[in-house]
C-alpha cells in the first residue's frame, strides 16, 4: 500500500511527504522539521556570542581606563609634603635638598637666598599687594604698622596676617630669623 501510494503520487516526494506531513504537520501531528529555523539558530548564537565578546572587551577596556584615570587624579591631588619614605625616588630628592634651619652645611640661609626661592614670586612686582622689593616707602610703612619693629614684622609673614600672604611665604621650613633677613633684604632698609 505504501509503494502503490508512492507510485501513484509520482515517486519521491510523497514519500517525503509521508515522512515530513504535509504542509506543517509532521508525523504522526508532530510539527513539521524546519531547516531554515537550524539557521536561524546558528545566526542568532553566532550573534550573542559576537555581542557578549564584545561586552567583555569593553568591561575590561573600560576598567583598565578608570584604573589610570584614577591613578592619575590620586597624584594630582595627593596632599602638599606627602609622606616620603625611604627607597622611593622622593626620598634621593629630599636627602639632596638642604636642611630645614640651613644649607647642607647647616648654616642658615641668607636673606637674599630665601628671597630668591620662595618670595621673589610675588614681591617682585607687587602681587596681591605685597610690597614690592626695593621700594623703602612700601616697607617703611609696612614696619611702621607693626611698631618699628622687624620681629613683629617677621611674625605676621610666619602667620600669614597680610591678606594675600601665605603663612611664612611659601617657605615651610624656614627659621624666623630667616625670613627677618629676607624681609631686610626686600625692605633694603
Known amino acids: 500500500m505504501l509503494a502503490a501510494a508512492i507510485l501513484s503520487a509520482g515517486g519521491l516526494p510523497v514519500y517525503s511527504r509521508a515522512l515530513y506531513g504535509f504542509g506543517n504537520r509532521g508525523v504522526a501531528g508532530l510539527p513539521a522539521h524546519n531547516y531554515s529555523y537550524d539557521e536561524d539558530v ?9 555581542a557578549a565578546s564584545a561586552a567583555m572587551l569593553a568591561l575590561v577596556a573600560g576598567s583598565a581606563f578608570a584604573s589610570s584615570v584614577d591613578e592619575a587624579v590620586a597624584e594630582r591631588i595627593k596632599p602638599y609634603g606627602s609622606v616620603c619614605l625611604m627607597g622611593d625616588p622622593c626620598a634621593d630628592e629630599v636627602a639632596a635638598t638642604p636642611a630645614g634651619n640651613g644649607g647642607a652645611s647647616g648654616e642658615p640661609r641668607s636673606g637674599e637666598q630665601v628671597y630668591q626661592q620662595f618670595c621673589t614670586a610675588c614681591h617682585a612686582n607687587g602681587v596681591l599687594g605685597a610690597p614690592v622689593t626695593g621700594d623703602a616707602d612700601a616697607w617703611g610703612e609696612r614696619l611702621a604698622n ?4 622687624w620681629e613683629e614684622l617677621t611674625q605676621s609673614a610666619v602667620a600669614g596676617v ?18 627677618m633677613e629676607s624681609i631686610k633684604h626686600m625692605s633694603g632698609l
Open 42 to 50: 546558528k545566526v542568532t548564537t553566532v550573534k550573542k556570542i559576537l
Open 146 to 149: 607693626w611698631n618699628d619693629s
Open 162 to 179: 597680610p591678606p594675600g600672604m601665605p603663612p611664612r611665604g611659601t617657605c615651610g621650613d624656614c627659621s624666623d630669623e630667616e625670613l
